[in-house]
């Protein structure tokens, strides 16, 4: 295993966030997590019930 960082290596997160019925709060997690520095958020489904 190689202790070198590749620039194109994709770590894929999918968290299971129980607000389904709360916008507002889905959007306040996607932009906290899009603030991080070479991150990005690629889809954001708040699932069926909103």
């Given at each position: 295993?190689?202790?070198?960082?590749?620039?194109?290596?994709?770590?894929?997160?999918?968290?299971?966030?129980?607000?389904?019925?709360?916008?507002?709060?889905i959007d306040?997690?996607?932009?906290?997590?899009?603030?991080?520095?070479?991150?990005?958020?690629?889809?954001?489904?708040?699932?069926?019930?909103?």
């Amino acid at each position: 295993m190689s202790s070198e960082v590749n620039a194109e290596t994709l770590v894929e997160c999918v968290p299971n966030i129980s607000e389904g019925r709360d916008r507002q709060k889905i959007d306040l997690i996607v932009a906290a997590a899009a603030a991080v520095e070479d991150v990005d958020v690629l889809d954001v489904d708040p699932g069926a019930e909103t």
